[in-house]
């Protein structure tokens, strides 16, 4: 919609092809429903969140950042407020907003918007040698020509929304490499039965270490949520885009003691109540609900005094606070991924345009190229901002060549 009705704005005539009933479906999920747009990073910052693929975006982002988004959407009648954690929601906390004043903006640009029109096929043509580049459109309603394409279909996620990974294909019949698609910024699916009765509880602060056969590990800090099926919370959600099949998750719940200075403090609290329970000794460093689970599965007796613990039992139980470890037998699955990872190889499109060095007239933008970025309103902003300069530099084409 961003990239149609700019496109419009620069004096091209545009037609919007959607395959749904209605455009937006996706949108109106986004945030929990309440769409979060964007962030209040700076661009250097929001580039650092695109697991070393932002720089790609620095051109869009110029062009198109959260100034000019708040802007549009406040135009088109849907004001927005920074939450406070630097999160950009719309004042009434409805998606549908967002996705009407984008409405409003495509209508007002004259854009023709045609439903139930689902592209199976992206053809060229040249009259002539040196001639520009003609585009047959093969929709499920009959074929369109045109002078310039925007490819924009999104990934491969939700795809009850309609995000059924049909840019790939059409992308690819262009002479364009597909880097490995896969679900990012999803939840893991974890094996220990124990921990699916822990379901809702959350730990902060926690550091994450992936491992996987013949991968390097990786590691992530942050807050951690336990699900009824696994874990999931934004440490998780930035390590899912790394998982190939299965490995193990080594947590450590507090990550801010060195292993010696975590022995010093339990024996401190073992000193300060000898008569009291190790199941009951650790509340002040995690939470209650966890304890006995964690300790049953590491092998310790959950009913012994504190007095009876010396420092070779602290010692082990440091190891067991920070070296907590859970076997990923997978992901949530693409249907709860909010973002895909990979898509059309960043190295065939031109960052300053979006234009295809493959096929003239033809830009591509948003999550259907090979850019995927973390949790909170970046990867909605880089499709706006991708948006926003391929229909720009699409309408300069066509003026060109028209």
């Given at each position: 919609m961003i990239a149609a009705g700019r496109a419009a704005e620069c004096g091209a005539p545009v037609i919007l092809l959607e395959k749904n009933e209605q455009p937006g479906r996706k949108l109106l999920i986004t945030g929990a429903g309440r769409c979060n747009v964007t962030t209040q990073d700076d661009v250097d910052d929001t580039i650092a969140r695109?697991?070393?693929?932002?720089?790609?975006?620095y051109p869009a982002l110029s062009h198109f950042y959260r100034p000019?988004?708040?802007?549009?959407?406040?135009?088109?009648?849907?004001?927005?407020?920074?939450?406070?954690?630097?999160k950009y929601f719309p004042v009434s906390n409805q998606a549908n907003d967002v996705l009407q004043a984008l409405l409003r903006y495509v209508h007002q640009q004259g854009v023709q918007i045609r439903l139930n029109h689902r592209v199976h096929a992206i053809k060229t043509i040249q009259s002539y040698p040196d001639s520009p580049t003609q585009f047959v459109v093969s929709t499920s309603q009959g074929d369109l020509s045109a002078q310039?394409?925007?490819?924009?279909?999104?990934?491969?996620?939700?795809?009850?929304?309609g995000s059924t990974g049909d840019g790939?294909?059409?992308a690819e019949s262009l002479m364009h490499p597909i880097n490995r698609v896969r679900p990012a910024l999803v939840p893991f699916l974890i094996r220990e039965s124990y921990v699916h009765e822990l379901s809702g509880l959350s730990l902060q602060d926690v550091q994450v270490t992936l491992h996987q056969i013949e991968q390097k590990s990786i590691s992530q800090r942050g807050d951690l949520l336990l699900t009824h099926k696994g874990v999931s919370g934004p440490v998780i959600l930035r390590l899912s885009r790394e998982l190939h099949r299965e490995g193990t998750l080594e947590i450590n719940l507090l990550p801010s003691y060195t292993h010696e200075a975590l022995i010093t403090e339990l024996l401190r609290l073992f000193a300060q109540n000898p008569r009291q329970q190790l199941k009951n000794a650790l509340d002040s460093l995690v939470p209650?609900?966890?304890?006995?689970?964690?300790?049953?599965?590491?092998?310790?007796?959950?009913?012994?005094?504190?007095?009876?613990?010396?420092?070779?039992?602290?010692?082990?139980l440091a190891t067991a606070l920070q070296r907590w470890t859970l076997t990923v037998t997978g992901q949530a699955g693409q249907h709860l991924a909010m973002v895909t990872a990979g898509g059309v190889s960043l190295k065939s499109i031109q960052p300053s345009t979006l234009a295809s060095k493959r096929?003239?007239?033809?830009?591509?933008?948003?999550?259907?190229l090979d850019l995927d970025g973390d949790t909170g309103g970046y990867n909605l902003q880089a499709a706006f901002s991708t948006g926003w300069l391929a229909g720009e530099s699409a309408a300069t084409y066509w003026q060109a060549h028209h």
């Open positions: 695109f697991f070393g693929q932002g720089r790609f975006l000019e988004l708040l802007d549009l959407l406040s135009h088109y009648g849907t004001p927005c407020v920074v939450d406070h954690q630097g310039a394409v925007i490819l924009a279909t999104g990934g491969m996620t939700y795809q009850s929304t790939y294909l059409l209650h609900r966890l304890v006995v689970p964690l300790l049953k599965s590491t092998g310790f007796e959950t009913d012994m005094q504190t007095a009876q613990a010396g420092r070779e039992l602290a010692g082990r096929v003239p007239g033809l830009f591509i933008a948003g999550e259907v």
